[in-house]
């Protein structure tokens, strides 16, 4: 199974108590976190709804 990784390149302060939510439920806590996640469709959601706060590769 493909995984991606997903890096925080945004702060969290002032954002929607939403989006804080999502980026926490994915393991991102402050600037420069990273985490590797499972490349499917809820992932893919989740980073779809904060796209504007991480950047995405693909993991090995």
Do not use: C, F
């Not at 985490?35 to 779809?48: L, M, S």
């Amino acid at each position: 199974m493909k995984n991606v990784k997903i890096t925080l390149v945004k702060s969290l302060n002032g954002r929607l108590e939403k989006h804080i939510a999502t980026a926490h439920s994915l393991g991102l806590r402050k600037i420069n976190d990273t985490t590797i996640q499972p490349d499917n469709e809820a992932t893919r959601g989740k980073i779809a709804s904060i796209a504007y706060l991480v950047t995405v590769e693909e993991a090995e």
